[in-house]
């Protein structure tokens, strides 16, 4: 399948439905998009024309589960690992071939990513501006694919999806995957805070949109289908 991110037009609308339920601010969102853009500004980074995740595409969330399913990891073509799933991967000794991150965990994975030319999807959000000041200036600007939820203004690229997970999802299908495998996922993790349990909701929704886009089952929503709502299609 060759790949296609979805335009800003269709995303849109997920994205406000997202906003509206967690209360968040679309100028605040914007803000850290230009700053990302800033900080890359004299720079080159990568563009979605620059990822090629061909395949079949393990998609790891950083769930604990991860370290029991890394026989997906290992029989995939290409891997995406959300946030501190790139540990896990490479502590295991396996590949990472792409990263996405907001930099709330683990920036020095993603530098040290970036300084081996491997891509790594850094996303601005309201709450992150701290942290893109902070660590993005110390990556290799090459190896970076800066993303953002609202509105992309060049060089910031939005391929969809709102947690680090999901948007591994969406940027490995707009970046050529053939399937998508999943390792690393627990929609209903009882661990988790009261928002991060909210977030999950949506990464579940989306996921579906993204699935029903493909033309895709994901395995990761066996038995999850009947109950998941979107909103932003009816």
């Avoid at 805070?193 to 029903?212: G, I, N, P, V």
Wanted: with cysteine.
């Amino acid at each position: 399948m060759s790949g296609h991110a979805m335009p800003f037009e269709r995303w849109e609308p997920a994205y406000e439905a997202i906003r509206s339920d967690l209360g968040y601010d679309r100028a605040d969102d914007e803000r850290a998009r230009d700053v990302l853009g800033s900080l890359l500004s004299s720079e080159e980074p990568l563009s979605l024309d620059d990822v090629a995740l061909p395949g079949a595409v393990a998609v790891c969330g950083a769930a604990p589960s991860l370290s029991e399913e890394l026989d997906v990891v290992d029989r995939a073509d290409t891997v995406v690992a959300a946030s501190t799933a790139a540990d896990v991967v490479r502590d295991a000794g396996l590949v990472v071939d792409c990263m996405v991150t907001d930099l709330d965990k683990n920036p020095d994975v993603a530098r040290e990513l970036t300084d081996r030319g491997v891509p790594v999807a850094v996303h601005a959000h309201g709450d992150n501006v701290d942290a893109l000041r902070r660590y993005v200036p110390s990556f290799d600007p090459k190896s970076i694919l800066p993303t953002t939820q609202v509105a992309p203004v060049p060089p910031v690229v939005n391929v969809g999806g709102f947690t680090d997970g999901d948007r591994a999802a969406f940027l490995a299908s707009a970046a050529g995957a053939d399937r998508l495998l999943f390792a690393g996922w627990e929609f209903d993790d009882p661990t988790v805070s009261t928002e991060k349990a909210r977030k999950l909701l949506w990464a579940e929704r989306l996921l579906y949109w993204l699935e029903r886009e493909r033309g895709e089952r994901f395995s990761v929503l066996e038995g999850r289908r009947d109950r998941i709502e979107l909103p932003w299609l009816s």
